[in-house]
């Protein structure tokens, strides 16, 4: 965004613009008021305004940043791109494409996962970590409304968040460390779903406690 446009931006426009570039100076000044400035005066936009953007502080930096990263991960591996994919190559190559998004940045996601891990963010931590595996799943094509529509969001929140906790550290070449370990963390979420659709095909025409305790309950006449 140059500065002759700052004026026409709106405020998510310029949080839009500002995210990536605090999350590059958060390394050294944190997510504080100090990368806000930087970040403001390297796109061209008023301190002023940019804190007026940002009243919500280093939550809402944060926030702003993974959703610039949604956005990176859905240009790096488009709708078109996964669609010619299996399920678990779709949610490899999501959280793949995170992972490079932020590879030159790991130092500014230590400090984010630092701060959102604070009692008073927890709430706040949570929301953003299923807004993340909820768009994965989606993007990869699970429309279930039932049960599994969360167990499956919850147990690809675990392993993406084990999987950032090993990036973290990962000195290996092109972070093969990091590669192998969610290769064989989205096995395991393969072969739990595996075994989970074959334990509901055998039980689906089983009889129902629940229904013979309402028909004691409510006796057909």
């Not at 997510?31 to 796109?43: E, M, Q």
């Not at 130092?107 to 931590?125: D, H």
């Not at 994965?136 to 950032?164: P, Q």
Request: proline share 2%; charged share 25%.
């Amino acid at each position: 965004m140059s500065a002759t446009t700052t004026s026409d931006a709106t405020l998510d426009e310029i949080r839009a613009t500002l995210a990536p570039l605090i999350a590059d100076n958060a390394a050294f000044d944190g997510w504080t008021s100090a990368a806000l400035a930087a970040a403001a005066d390297s796109a061209g936009i008023d301190q002023d305004i940019a804190t007026l953007a940002f009243t919500g502080g280093a939550v809402e930096m944060i926030d702003a940043w993974f959703a610039a990263i949604d956005r990176q991960m859905t240009e790096t591996v488009p709708d078109v791109a996964l669609s010619r994919m299996k399920v678990r190559d779709k949610i490899t190559a999501q959280i793949e494409a995170r992972l490079a998004a932020v590879a030159d940045t790991r130092e500014s996601l230590r400090r984010a996962l630092s701060i959102l891990a604070m009692p008073q963010n927890l709430l706040g931590a949570g929301k953003l970590g299923w807004r993340t595996v909820d768009l994965m799943w989606r993007r990869a094509g699970d429309t279930a409304t039932d049960y599994n529509h969360y167990s499956k969001r919850a147990i690809l929140g675990g392993v993406y968040a084990a999987t950032i906790t090993v990036f973290l550290d990962d000195e290996s070449e092109d972070w093969a460390d990091t590669r192998a370990f969610l290769a064989r963390r989205i096995e395991g979420i393969m072969r739990f779903e595996k075994a989970k659709a074959g334990f509901t095909a055998r039980t689906e025409n089983l009889p129902s406690f629940s229904r013979f305790i309402g028909r004691l309950r409510y006796p057909v006449v």
